[in-house]
């Protein structure tokens, strides 16, 4: 997810000036990001530059995954986590360390609780423009059409409903991030994984806040059990499902709880075919679909997008869902 050996050590050393356990890290590992050290417990290390409101659920997702395969306890090293995440993990009994030698780390005999160091400096990430509203759009119908051939610029700024000067823009910028190449002749993306967990962060905490439309709650138990029954493929005209539902119709593996829609169309058609009625805290959260592409049939949005609003929920019974879908997906 995010690799700097000098972050784990300024972090170990940090936590060493606080507790009386010798700390070691351990870095000359084949693979993974090496080994933390407290007394005689050895801690699988898993970084993340910082872990924030906007992608907790994402990190703690990951988190839940390396902890489900690893031999040894998992231990989290960010350079920042925020009250909220950092209370998450607690109550998932999820160990982490920051920068700023804030840490909960509980296996077995050891025990360490550490709150009210000063963080460091959060960092600005996600600030340039490819990762800014235009840019979460343009970035979105660059990956969901990657395997098909090379957009022009024209029909990616047709795609994503943004100025072809935004996508001049936004497609400079990822050559100089490294995460395109570009010839004469054709233009791949690079470290698309990377691109990939950065662009699930940006859009849930720049885009999908503004281009949430209403939250609605089915009229009754029956309406809730026939949501299915009343989608069909001529329904991807008025409406797309996302999150838990378009998972369970993709995959059947997910009951949903929550009901993730995206559509432009008004919303009393959307209430009257799905037999809707608004509810501040309802569990159908209607969102603009905020891509063209000619109104395409079918029942759910992308897989990447599904994988985005899965991961961002934080739970856990939508993990491997969530991945399952993006590996097969996109």
Do not use: C
């Not at 190449?181 to 885009?207: C, D, F, G, P, S």
């Amino acid at each position: 997810m995010y690799r700097n050996t000098d972050l784990v050590y300024d972090a170990v050393t940090k936590l060493d000036e606080l507790i009386s356990v010798p700390i070691e890290f351990h870095s000359q590992r084949s693979n993974g990001d090496g080994i933390i050290e407290i007394g005689n417990k050895q801690f699988i290390v898993m970084q993340a530059s910082e872990v924030r409101n906007s992608n907790k659920g994402f990190v703690i997702s990951k988190l839940g995954l390396k902890t489900g395969i690893s031999k040894r306890p998992v231990l989290l090293v960010a350079k920042y986590i925020s009250k909220d995440a950092a209370l998450d993990m607690r109550g998932k009994g999820m160990n982490y360390i920051d920068a700023a030698g804030n840490a909960y780390i509980s296996y077995e005999t050891l025990y360490i609780y550490i709150e009210g160091q000063t963080p460091v400096q959060r960092e600005k990430v996600n600030q340039s423009r490819a990762f800014q509203e235009a840019g979460v759009k343009i970035l979105f119908a660059m990956l969901v059409n990657d395997n098909q051939k090379a957009m022009s610029y024209r029909e990616i700024a047709e795609f994503a409903a943004v100025s072809v000067g935004s996508v001049s823009n936004v497609i400079g910028e990822l050559e100089e991030m490294n995460f395109l190449l570009k010839t004469e002749t054709k233009r791949k993306i690079k470290n698309k994984q990377e691109l990939i967990e950065r662009w699930v962060v940006a859009y849930n905490e720049v885009l999908r806040p503004r281009i949430v439309r209403k939250k609605m709650d089915f009229i009754n138990e029956q309406a809730a059990k026939k949501w299915e029954v009343e989608t069909n493929d001529d329904s991807g005209e008025m409406f797309q499902w996302g999150g838990e539902p378009a998972a369970a119709i993709r995959q059947g593996k997910l009951r949903p709880e929550i009901f993730t829609i995206y559509s432009n169309a008004e919303l009393r058609e959307l209430a009257s075919s799905l037999k809707l009625v608004p509810k501040e805290n309802g569990k159908v959260e209607i969102l603009d679909k905020f891509w063209n592409d000619g109104n395409t049939l079918g029942q759910t949005v992308p897989p990447l997008l599904i994988y985005a609003d899965l991961m961002n929920s934080g739970y856990g019974r939508n993990i491997e869902v969530a991945e399952s879908i993006l590996e097969n997906g996109v």
